[in-house]
């Protein structure tokens, strides 16, 4: 099955600063890529998503990009803030059938905190 | 107002008790899943469904059990041979390319 890596585990800015996080996946046939932000307590909500026909997709101070070659993609915040401090959790699944995506495969989650 | 709904928010079980973890959405989204949230070591899914009276295991069902009788339900059931279910258990549902909406999520301790 599909194993999805994630780093670091921890991360720590200054406010202003960018913040990168890092994923690899394994099933090559994988092809839709969502990034999640979780507050402490809180459920995940989708930040930004990428499918596999795209290299990059940007959302203001959020980007992703994908390298299929690679198998790898990232999660990029500029202009960090504290309202940024969060777990961001990476995940990758493949198409199931028709227009429906399988089930999603999380990485380990990364906990950002961005200092005032 | 549309969404996904969990109860209850905390749960207390008993060694030997099976419980069960309620999770309503009224999307009207054809897939649901149950992922298991412990420290450092992001979601694991314990079992999925993707149309009624249909559900597969995920990487952890072990101990757990779902059924999937209505579209706008999927319980979980904890069972007694679970022997670590002390965890925050999330549910999800999605609908095509857009995305898992999760719950708000049931944190379950063993007493």
């Known amino acids: 099955g599909e194993n999805v890596e994630q780093h670091p585990s921890t991360l720590s800015v200054q406010e202003g600063d960018s913040a990168v996080i890092k994923c690899t996946y394994s099933d090559s046939a994988s092809n839709y890529f969502p990034w999640y932000k979780q507050e402490l307590g809180k459920r995940p909500q989708l930040i930004i998503d990428i499918r596999s026909n795209v290299g990059e997709k940007k959302d203001q101070r959020i980007a992703v990009t994908l390298n299929k070659t690679a198998k790898h993609f990232s999660l990029h915040i500029t202009e960090t803030q504290p309202e940024d401090s969060a777990v961001y959790f990476c995940a990758a699944s493949k198409r199931a059938g028709g227009t429906s995506y399988g089930k999603l495969t999380f990485g380990q989650g990364t906990i950002l905190t961005v200092h005032p | 107002d549309g969404g996904i709904t969990q109860s209850p928010k905390y749960l207390f079980r008993k060694e030997g008790q099976n419980v069960t973890l309620s999770c309503e959405q009224n999307?009207?989204?054809?897939?649901m899943y149950w992922y298991r949230q412990d420290p450092g070591q992001g979601l694991r899914l314990i079992y999925y469904?993707?149309?009624?009276?249909?559900?597969q295991k995920g990487d952890i069902a072990e101990g757990y059990s779902v059924s999937r009788e209505k579209k706008e339900s999927f319980p979980l059931t904890v069972t007694s041979a679970q022997k670590n279910p002390t965890a925050f258990y999330l549910c999800?549902?999605?609908?095509?390319?857009?995305?898992?909406?999760f719950g708000s999520g049931t944190r379950l301790t063993v007493v």
């Open positions: 999307l009207n989204h054809d897939a």
């Open positions: 999800a549902s999605s609908i095509h390319n857009l995305g898992y909406t």
């Open positions: 469904s993707q149309i009624v009276n249909d559900f």
